[in-house]
């Protein structure tokens, strides 16, 4: 049984109709063996923007399009995969803007999950730190019987810790991740696109499969046409969208 670390982050606000269009959460999986190494790249980064490498890498703070795509290219050499959740924030209905996260995280924790089945491993899970997520209600609702919607074999997750960004180098790559797929939404054009399409190889995915899988999109009512023209560019396919 392989160790696998995993960090999430995410992106945008989940305030419904007065947020962000998406909110995103992106878990970032990497072989424990392979932790440090990876790590390392993140001082890499920082050398090459001229960083003090104490510093907390953080996407929002960085300037021009050469900066963010030098991550990007290193972050499509890494030995890593990455698993997003799309939230449509303006297709939500019935849900509190307070319930967002905890309520669709379990597409994520279901994701890691399958991950971690196919590669006879379990999870190290490392959350970036936000006000109302603690330890003891995360592991209470990963272990609710009687959540019906996912299947979150919580045999695979061997730990969970909630930790500030500042504390991990792969938490800070992680927000890296997330926040080029939210931008490239946000921006929904080629040049943005192209911080997705660098790292295409790491997004999990089946049989070129990115949406149920890498790029889950949620809820199903979202049409979600700035997700549709993303996966088209990386795919370059003319193909239908459905997401599953």
């Known amino acids: 049984m392989k160790d696998y670390n995993v960090y999430i982050d995410e992106s945008g606000d989940e305030g419904i109709k007065k947020g962000s269009k998406y909110f995103i959460l992106t878990a970032v999986i990497v072989e424990k063996s392979k932790d440090l190494e990876t790590a390392k ?16 890498l953080h996407w929002k703070l960085l300037r021009g399009m050469p900066n963010k795509n030098m991550i990007m290219d290193i972050v499509s050499k890494l030995d890593l995969v990455i698993i997003n959740v799309i939230v449509d924030t303006k297709s939500i209905k019935f849900i509190p803007s307070s319930n967002i996260y905890n309520f669709f995280s379990g597409y994520l924790y279901e994701r890691i999950c399958w991950f971690m089945n196919e590669n006879q491993g379990v999870a190290n899970i490392s959350i970036s730190s936000r006000g109302n997520l603690s330890k003891d209600s995360l592991s209470e609702y990963l272990n609710d019987k009687n959540h019906k919607k996912f299947n979150i074999d ?55 499969n990115y949406l149920s899988y890498g790029l889950k999109l949620v809820p199903k009512e979202s049409n979600a046409p700035e997700l549709k023209e993303l996966v088209l560019f990386i795919s370059n396919k003319n193909s239908e969208f459905s997401p599953a």
């Not at 050398?47 to 490498?53: D, G």
């Not at 931008?183 to 790292?199: F, G, M, R, S, T």
Request: aromatic content about 8%; proline content about 1%; some cysteine.
């Open 41 to 56: 790249k993140v001082d890499v980064i920082k050398q090459n923007l001229e960083m003090n490498i104490k510093k907390q």
């Open 154 to 208: 919580v045999s695979k997750i061997k730990s969970i810790k909630i930790i500030p960004n500042e504390r991990k180098r792969l938490l800070q790559l992680a927000d890296c991740c997330c926040s080029a797929l939210f931008q490239a939404l946000k921006y929904n054009n080629n040049n943005h696109y192209k911080y997705v399409l660098k790292k295409k190889d790491k997004i999990y995915s089946k049989n070129n």
